[in-house]
């Protein structure tokens, strides 16, 4: 199994342009998500969902698109990439509860914007 | 809302204990977690405790939990230059949740 795997690992976009990240799991997981990491900001959360159709809302949506057409791909949207979005994006999935979930991180993208 | 607070970094010497604190608001969690990062991967789920224990060993790692206090810790017995990493402390919003929040993490360096 691959587990989750995110493309690409670097990109470089200017202010304005717009791109998606790539996420696609082979686990048959329900839930996925999107985080962002910032320096001393910890891990947060974009966007999720919780099966193919549905998704939802996380802290920092501003900025990003995601849809949810299968269950192995939740690709994330940059509409008009800003310097504040320069980060390092992880795609996370998981199966679904009622106990404790293990979350499976992608090796994540670095993003810059300039 | 939920929050989640550990202090930043961490320095310790090879085979010694090392301890990462981490304190967390919201009390309908229903699980803790604790993630480690190694540089330039992501993350990768080391062990969690349900909110009703108070410890749980598991090899080298100890999770203790006081729910009171809201407080939660993560030891590392004969701590290697192997688990020189980034930890992370996280916690769900309740059952049924698929949200984790986590915190700002903890940078481990051990010295050989």
């Known amino acids: 199994n691959a587990g989750v795997t995110q493309t690409p690992k670097f990109q470089v976009l200017k202010t304005g342009q717009s791109m998606t990240l790539q996420c696609a799991q082979d686990?048959?997981?329900?839930?996925m998500s999107w985080y962002r990491q910032d320096p001393g900001m910890g891990l947060r959360l974009i966007h999720y969902?919780?099966?193919?159709?549905?998704?939802d809302q996380g802290e920092v949506p501003n900025g990003y698109n995601v849809s949810r057409s299968t269950t192995e791909d939740f690709p994330l949207r940059l509409l008009s990439a800003a310097p504040s979005q320069t980060s390092v994006y992880f795609c996370a999935s998981s199966y679904s509860r009622p106990n404790a979930f293990e979350a499976f991180f992608g090796q994540g993208t670095r993003l810059t914007v300039v | 809302g939920e929050d989640v607070e550990q202090s930043l970094f961490l320095s310790v010497r090879e085979g010694d204990s090392s301890v990462i604190n981490c304190t967390y608001t919201?009390?309908?969690?229903?699980?803790l977690y604790w993630y480690k990062q190694e540089p330039g991967a992501g993350l990768q789920l080391l062990t969690y405790?349900?909110?009703?224990?108070d410890m749980k060993q598991d090899q080298r790692l100890t999770v203790l939990l006081n729910k009171k206090d809201k407080h939660l810790s993560l030891r590392i017995a004969d701590t290697q230059t192997g688990d020189s990493a980034i930890y992370f402390c996280a916690e769900d919003s309740g059952a049924g949740s698929y949200q984790l929040t986590f915190g700002k993490g903890t940078k481990l360096s051990v010295i050989p």
């Open positions: 686990m048959n997981h329900e839930y």
């Open positions: 405790i349900f909110s009703n224990m």
């Open positions: 919201d009390s309908s969690s229903t699980y």
């Open positions: 969902s919780v099966g193919a159709g549905i998704t």
